[in-house]
Each structure stands twice: as structure tokens, then as C-alpha cells.
């Protein structure tokens, strides 16, 4: 079974500043595919990014980025310029490559930030 | 034009009433999941369904019956209703590819079930 670890309940930054979200998960798998999602008062669940397993080149959206360390098996999340709307919990998740079937996405405890004026 | 779309937002009952959820997605993908957030906000997978068909039922009391009447409707029905089952219930749904898997899931806004 995967596990998924984020050490850090809450983390706070100021306005414009960049902050890191830490995960790491357990498996044996060797194709998976990372996320974090973001989850902001309104409750929604929104997708921030995705990383294939596979590729070694981190992925990037916009202010958010990763850095993916397979061997490590760590996928932190970097929030660059962060804004006031950033202030959310974000969840690392976990989903194995299940060709031919659904996958679940098994997620960790969450990291709640906060980000100040 | 909401992707995925969650009935009621909110739900209060009391205890041994039965109740159901509603989730209808637009997106034209062929599965979709229930996922249950608790009170310390840990989400966790319960059913996971491909065009009607069960596919992921993790252990779940089977006083929880899914049940998708097309591959763009998943619904939840909760019997006999117990104070644990407060918690809010995100539905989710994404593409099927069998080659691939992997595909990203699109939430819901979640329902916020309190049982009295």
C-alpha cells in the first residue's frame, strides 16, 4: 500500500514571498503520477499540478512548481510570488499507474497556508 | 457550465434517517469517484465507477450504496445514517485510458453531511 506524508500542518508566508510545501510517499511502484491539489475555504478541491513519474523534467504551472526526486521519493511544491488567494490547505496525493482500470488517488494529511499582507 | 456538480451542498439529518447525494459531471468522462473528507480533513477513496460499473469499492459499510444510472452520474445513497458518517463527501470524476491511466481527476464542491 502507498503512503503519502506532508510534515508540515501549517506553513505561513508573506505576500510576494515563496514558500515549499513538503511530501513524500512510500511504494514500490515504479510508474505513478504525483499531484497537489488546493483546497481553499470554499472547500473546492482544485488541481494545482501533475507529475508523471516517468519524466524527470519537474513540472511547472505558472507560480507553482515541483521538484521530484524519484529516488528520494519526495515531491515538494514551490509557490513563488505567493498571493493572498493562495492561502488554502494543499494535499499531496498518490496514484498508481493502473492501466485498464480506475485509479485512486490516496492523498496525504495536508498542509495548511497561510499567506500574510 | 459547472464541471462537476454536487446535490445538496449541505445536508443535516438525524441519526438512522437514510439520504442520498447527487453528482452529475459534464466533462464527457467515463469514470467517477466518491471520496470522503473527515473532520481532520483527511480524504480517503470510497467507490470508483467506469461506465456504470463498480470498479473500486474500498472498505466502506455497506450501509453506503453507490449507484450510476449513466457513466455521467454517480450518486450516493447513506442508510440508517450513524453520527461517524458526518464529514464531507467529494465527488470526482476523470478520462479513462487503458494504456495509460493516470488521469487527473476534476472535484466537485463537496456535500457537508452533519448527522445529529
Known amino acids: 500500500a502507498q503512503t503519502v506524508t506532508q510534515s508540515q500542518p501549517e506553513m505561513s508566508v508573506q505576500e510576494a514571498e515563496t514558500v515549499t510545501l513538503s511530501c513524500t510517499y512510500d511504494t514500490s511502484e515504479s510508474n505513478y503520477y504525483l499531484f497537489w491539489y488546493k483546497q481553499p475555504p470554499s472547500r473546492q478541491m482544485i488541481l494545482v499540478i501533475r507529475?508523471?513519474?516517468?519524466?524527470?523534467q519537474n513540472a511547472t504551472e505558472n507560480r507553482f512548481s515541483v521538484n521530484f526526486q524519484k529516488a528520494a521519493k519526495s515531491f515538494s511544491l514551490k509557490i513563488s510570488d505567493s498571493q493572498l488567494g493562495d492561502t488554502a490547505m494543499y494535499f499531496c496525493?498518490?496514484?498508481?499507474?493502473?492501466?485498464?482500470?480506475?485509479?485512486?488517488?490516496?492523498f496525504g494529511t495536508g498542509t495548511r497556508l497561510q499567506v500574510t499582507l | 457550465d459547472t464541471a462537476v456538480s454536487q446535490t445538496p451542498k449541505y445536508l443535516v439529518t438525524q441519526m438512522g434517517n437514510d439520504k442520498s447525494i447527487k453528482c452529475e459531471q459534464n466533462?464527457?468522462?467515463?469514470?467517477m469517484y466518491w471520496y470522503k473528507q473527515d473532520s481532520k480533513k483527511f480524504l480517503k477513496i470510497m467507490f470508483s465507477y467506469n461506465n456504470k460499473e463498480l470498479i473500486i469499492n474500498e472498505t466502506v459499510p455497506n450501509r453506503f450504496s453507490p449507484k450510476s444510472p449513466d457513466k455521467a452520474h454517480l450518486n450516493l445513497h447513506i442508510n440508517s445514517l450513524e453520527l461517524g458518517d458526518s464529514a464531507v463527501y467529494f465527488c470526482?470524476?476523470?478520462?479513462?485510458?487503458?494504456?495509460?491511466?493516470?488521469?487527473?481527476?476534476?472535484f466537485g464542491p463537496g456535500t457537508r453531511l452533519l448527522v445529529l
Open positions: 507529475q508523471e513519474a516517468y519524466k524527470q
Open positions: 496525493a498518490f496514484m498508481k499507474q493502473d492501466t485498464g482500470t480506475a485509479s485512486k488517488l490516496t
Open positions: 466533462l464527457g468522462h467515463d469514470t
Open positions: 470526482a470524476s476523470s478520462r479513462f485510458l487503458v494504456r495509460e491511466g493516470g488521469e487527473t481527476q476534476y
